[in-house]
């Protein structure tokens, strides 16, 4: 069997009355720049509650290993077009989560 990969779930609770913001914020400004800076080759994919715990923007991301995780994202916190849409989507937020998850040794990975 292939190695074990660390996965990373973070997910965001938008204000109640905000994730349309947060769509548009992610779409226009947020996207472009992760794909820009060449973020997006670790992210497994975004997704928006629709049961449960309602009002979240949870994304996964597949990392190698921890090390190549914190490289990842002290690299995103210093791409500047990345950071800027950061400012403008934390006021939008309630709180974030971040879960870190490793594959089973069995069975299909994203």
């Known amino acids: 069997m292939g190695e074990l990969e660390l996965y990373e779930r973070r997910t965001y609770d938008v204000n ?11 779409s226009n400004e947020g996207w472009p720049a992760l794909e820009a800076g060449g ?10 509650s629709d049961t449960g715990p309602l009002h979240q ?7 190698s290993s921890d090390t190549e995780r914190r490289t990842f994202w002290n690299n ?3 791409d500047d077009d990345f950071m800027a849409f950061a400012a403008q989507l ?3 937020l309630q ?16």
């Open 16 to 26: 109640v009355g905000q994730m349309s913001k947060v769509l548009e914020l992610y």
């Open 39 to 48: 973020h997006s080759d670790f992210l497994v994919g975004y997704f928006v």
């Open 57 to 63: 923007l949870i994304h996964l991301w597949r990392f």
């Open 76 to 78: 995103l916190f210093n």
């Open 90 to 92: 934390r006021p939008l």
């Open 95 to 110: 709180r974030q989560e971040i879960q870190l998850m490793q594959s089973a040794p069995w069975g299909p990975r994203p």
